[in-house]
């Protein structure tokens, strides 16, 4: 009897490394392991680039100037009651807002025509309209810096002729804000229209074809078979582009560097201005943070429609 | 409704004429079924008829008005695409009214129109469905709905049974006859498929490259095929073509097969070929159904020839049985209890009461 005990015991001894063994090659062999495992390099680089600075901003929205001691939100009631940070709210919605309406009308509407140029001369076309959108933005708006000079530009030049001018377009709030607004939907237009394009090519022909039969004209056409095809289209892009307009800071920091008297300062070069140029890295990192509530409301509403007619077509 | 008239209409892209003009006149109520290979220009001419392409040239009459400029919402037809062209994002409902919302038609007519037109068509319990909850069948029926609500003159379907499985098409054929029958509507229909052009049409307008090669009801172009095309196009399997010629023999006009194969011309047909010159090349166009199997008792008319089979293709209540003549595939229609087994000797009977002649070089048959 004893022995046959031993003999149990020693083999239970035998088999347990092995049975680890063979589940650490069940858990290596698993999809989701191998699967987690490719992955892992950008998770890695995610973490780093994204989400690190990310977390690391929020603890420095907590901290004092000298960034020595803890103020928690003492940083955030501070901006609360400072005027000039209600007006660069005011200014990132109007400037956003604004250009990306511009930017998705004149999208659709180049679109449409590049649409209906037939074969090889709507690649060329295509390929021209999207020069503004492949130059590096520092660099085409420094060209536009230059166009928009108060004494020696061109547009003041040719206005003169016209017995316009000359516009202060830098140095006036109404026209510096229209400069910046513009210069970007200038950059940001083509990317609508390149997107439209691509939505309006995926329409099918039998559909407007079914509507002429049905008796819609060219505007009832659009109303009723392209924008409803296309509106996913349309809302993923026009949320893609509020953030990204939302956030920009080269136009106007090379343009008019948020001037005259902060008229024109954006979420991100104020935060430029207060963290960097003004030694305030916590609230600097305070005032770059307020995009990110604001930005989520969008992203929730139009994802929400977007996932609610997902599975329509 | 409304009579419908093609004169001498063209369409050209580029050097390209994809119909080289024709005429056609549809009366009112008719079912026309224009049928034809890929690229015979059927499609092309539907689409002129819609306003959906310009006409190079002729004139289209809707109910004796010249439409030619007209465009199509102004031409009151209605079409059902190959691929239904529901708007995907729009209920059941929604797609078959939106022809009457543009027109501003009072709400209680909309929804009169759509309850009866779905219920004609028995999908009234889809009708607040998304064209993607349906099935191909329910969508074809919906794109058939959205043309019935409108009550135009003039139906266009385009292929309309081509998506469609095999059983799902048989069945949209009988409804599609149905609906005709019930709103009779003058309908121009495209298809390639014969069995759909024999099934559904009053009169079959056969087309190839860009031409009609004949109109006629199915049992005209059936049994009077007037081109090797038509004879060809028209049965399933195709009409058998045979090279052959006429020789004076003791009297008698006797069709040679081959050298040991010739026929003496049945009585029925010899007046009408006796007169045709015996150097002419010509074919014998024979369907499958009248080469059968030899029978004790032939009527006059029906000579047998012993073959070899080469394949035999049992059908269940037939057997399908090809072999050569000379090089040229032959396929006949036997019972399937004549005992035919593939590279089997078989004594076949071709019935000549039913034999076409026809030019082998103009394809004409005489």
Not at chain 1, 84 to 89: A, E, K, L, Q
Not at chain 1, 256 to 267: A, E, M, N, V
Not at chain 2, 27 to 43: N, Q, R, T, W, Y
Not at chain 2, 169 to 175: G, L, N, P
Request: net charge positive; hydrophobic share 45%; charged share 20%.
């Amino acid at each position: 009897m004893a022995d046959v005990v031993v003999e149990q015991g020693r083999l239970a001894r035998a088999v347990s490394p092995r049975k680890k063994g063979a589940s650490l090659r069940n858990v290596l062999g698993r999809k989701s392991t191998v699967a987690f495992f490719l992955t892992l390099p950008l998770i890695l680089l995610i973490t780093m680039l994204v989400l690190y600075p990310a977390f690391y901003s929020l603890y420095l929205a907590t901290l004092n100037k000298a960034m020595t001691k803890f103020v928690g939100l003492g940083n955030f009631t501070f901006l609360f009651k400072r005027e000039t940070f209600w007006m660069v709210v005011k200014q990132s919605c109007i400037f956003a807002i604004t250009a990306v309406i511009f930017k998705a009308l004149i999208g659709f509407i180049v679109a449409h025509f590049v649409h209906n140029i037939p074969g090889k001369k709507q690649r060329k076309w295509r390929g021209m309209l999207l020069v503004p959108w492949v130059i590096p933005p520092a660099m085409s708006t420094l060209a536009w810096l230059w166009l928009f000079d108060p004494s020696y530009s061109a547009f003041n030049y040719t206005l003169s002729f016209f017995g316009v001018g000359p516009i202060p377009w830098l140095g006036d709030t109404f026209w510096a804000r229209f400069s910046v607004i513009l210069v970007n939907v200038w950059y940001g237009a083509p990317f609508f229209l390149i997107m439209y394009l691509a939505a309006l090519k995926s329409v099918p022909d039998q559909l407007y074809e079914a509507a002429s039969i049905d008796g819609a004209n060219w505007w009832q056409k659009i109303w009723h078979i392209t924008l409803p095809m296309m509106r996913n289209i349309i809302a993923i892009t026009t949320l893609f582009s509020l953030i990204v307009t939302f956030a920009n800071f080269d136009i106007v920091r090379i343009l008019t560097s948020g001037g005259p008297l902060d008229r024109t300062h954006l979420f991100a070069t104020w935060a430029f201005q207060v963290g960097i140029q003004s030694s305030d890295i916590p609230l600097g990192a305070c005032v770059s943070l307020f995009m990110v509530p604001i930005l989520a409301v969008a992203a929730i509403f139009i994802l929400r429609d977007v996932n609610k007619r997902g599975n329509e077509a | 409704m409304a009579d419908v008239a093609l004169r001498k209409v063209v369409k050209r892209y580029d050097d390209v004429e994809a119909v080289r003009g024709i005429d056609l006149d549809i009366a009112d109520h008719e079912f026309i079924v224009l049928v034809g290979p890929s690229g015979c220009g059927k499609s092309t001419t539907l689409r002129m008829i819609a306003g959906l392409e310009d006409i190079s040239d002729g004139d289209i009459m809707i109910g004796g008005d010249v439409v030619n400029d007209v465009p199509p919402k102004d031409r009151d037809i209605a079409m059902v695409f190959q691929n239904y062209a529901l708007y995907p994002h729009m209920t059941v409902a929604e797609n078959m009214s939106f022809g009457l919302r543009l027109k501003h038609y009072p709400k209680a007519e909309i929804k009169a129109r759509v309850t009866e037109a779905a219920r004609l068509l028995d999908i009234t319990d889809l009708i607040d469905r998304k064209p993607k909850q349906l099935s191909g069948g329910q969508r074809q029926r919906v794109a058939m709905g959205r043309a019935i609500v409108r009550n135009p003159k003039v139906f266009l379907f385009d292929e309309p049974l081509s998506n469609l499985d095999a059983k799902l098409r048989v069945q949209m054929r009988i409804e599609i006859k149905k609906v005709h029958q019930k709103v009779r509507t003058t309908t121009v229909y495209v298809t390639h498929d014969q069995v759909e052009a024999m099934t559904l049409a009053d009169r079959v307008v056969v087309m190839n490259k860009g031409r009609i090669e004949q109109i006629g009801t199915p049992n005209e172009l059936y049994h009077k095929p007037a081109t090797r095309f038509v004879a060809g196009f028209i049965g399933s399997p195709a009409m058998n073509f045979i090279p052959c010629r006429l020789e004076d023999v003791g009297g008698t006009v006797q069709i040679r097969l081959t050298d040991r194969i010739a026929f003496p011309l049945p009585p029925a047909r010899a007046a009408r070929y006796n007169a045709l010159p015996r150097s002419e090349k010509l074919l014998l166009g024979i369907r499958p159904e009248h080469l059968t199997e030899s029978h004790a008792h032939l009527e006059p008319g029906v000579e047998t020839f012993d073959t070899v089979l080469d394949v035999t293709e049992p059908m269940g209540m037939e057997t399908l049985v090809y072999f050569g003549l000379e090089g040229t595939p032959i396929c006949g229609r036997v019972d399937p209890n004549a005992g035919a087994k593939d590279g089997a000797p078989m004594r076949l009977a071709m019935d000549l009461n039913n034999m076409h002649l026809l030019n082998d070089e103009t394809g004409v048959v005489l």
